[in-house]
């Protein structure tokens, strides 16, 4: 039996639709990032026009402008693109194959790892910069392994993994809590910064190795697109599609925390961006569809339009983990609040 014509059309239009929209949200996004790139370069105690600020890039010496754009300005906007881009596309990968949207890395205790990490490394071992950022690393990929291990019965389940990892969350908080009462107050003022997620202070040093794994881990998440998407139906479905279920997870697992890692060891636990990235772009893009890319732009627009605002919207700056976190905290109250009067879980 053959489907009408009319229908055939109808399904034809609405895919044109879908992929109009998504090529349109995409190019927005895109835009945003480079008008508030721009911005983020010209603006500041000194305003530098925006001929000044090519030159800079292009490798001319502009007086002034080469010392504050080219090594103040620039990497912490590179920083805060390449941080955005890691914790969005990491963040919305764990939320799609988990089917849930509290299964983001800042949630289930992925990013406690790394800031736990740190904090004993600088107050108990007096560790700064590379051992810092190493140790967050290390931390972070131990504590997604022990995540993995203890919700692994014969497969994952989502919410399994999720009840742990919030519970190894508050154990690892713990942890801070008590290495931070024992700091003396030089190193309390180090992991203080560190751990609220600032780009203050960013330096090439610091964006270079999160753009590397962003370069090797991001388009291992992006090619696996397809089998998430199919994983969204369930792991039986996904299966009986050919979709290698625990192996593509296994990718996604290590890929995303990578991610997480390097952007946690360059610019701290920038708290929520993982978090709000995925229903951002699910908002913009509509119920079908990967939002895999569309995620990673709105987690660079999220940082760095939250890093302006730090620095010039308020009598003080503000580092930029916190203007994440006044951003994300309610909507995670309101997806709490909903969840229960619909009488789902978590």
């Known amino acids: 039996m053959q489907a009408a014509p009319e229908s055939v059309e109808r399904v034809a239009a609405l895919r044109d639709q879908r992929a109009l929209r998504r090529g349109v949200v995409i190019s927005v996004l895109a835009s945003a990032i480079a008008i508030v790139f721009a911005v983020s370069l ?108 203890l919700a692994y019965r014969g497969g994952v389940a989502g919410t399994r993994l999720i009840l742990i990892g919030i519970g190894i969350a508050a154990m690892l908080r713990s942890v801070t809590a008590y290495t931070l009462s024992q700091a003396g107050q030089w190193d309390l003022q180090e992991a203080l910064r560190w751990l609220t997620g600032s780009l203050n202070g960013a330096s090439w040093e610091q964006a270079i190795p999160a753009f590397f794994a962003l370069v090797v881990l991001g388009p291992l998440l992006l090619g696996a697109s397809r089998n998430l998407s199919a994983m969204q139906l369930g792991d039986d479905t996904a299966a009986a599609l050919g979709v290698r279920v625990e192996r593509t997870r296994l990718l996604v697992v290590v890929s995303a925390v990578g991610l997480i890692a390097f952007g946690t060891a360059a610019a701290g636990p920038v708290a929520f961006v993982a978090f ?15 939002l895999l890319l569309p995620a990673a732009l709105v987690g660079a627009l999220l940082v760095l339009v939250a890093d302006l605002l730090g620095q010039y919207a308020f009598g003080t700056r503000f580092p930029v983990g916190v203007v994440t976190g006044v951003l994300g905290a309610p909507y995670l109250i309101y997806l709490i609040v909903r969840t229960n009067r619909a009488g789902g879980s978590l």
């Open 42 to 149: 010209m603006v500041g105690q000194t305003f530098y026009p925006p001929a000044d600020v090519v030159r800079v890039i292009l490798g001319d010496d502009v007086a002034g402008a080469s010392f504050t754009v080219g090594w103040l300005r620039l990497p912490r906007a590179v920083l805060a693109i390449v941080v955005g881009l890691s914790f969005g596309l990491a963040g919305v990968a764990f939320q799609t194959m988990l089917r849930n949207p509290l299964a983001s890395p800042d949630i289930i205790g992925i990013s406690e790892g790394a800031s736990a990490a740190a904090a004993v490394g600088i107050i108990m071992f007096s560790l700064s910069g590379t051992g810092v950022s190493a140790l967050a690393i290390a931390a972070s990929l131990g504590v997604a392994l022990l995540i993995y291990g």
């Open 276 to 290: 709000l990235a995925g229903p951002i772009a699910a908002r913009l893009i509509g119920p079908r569809g990967s």
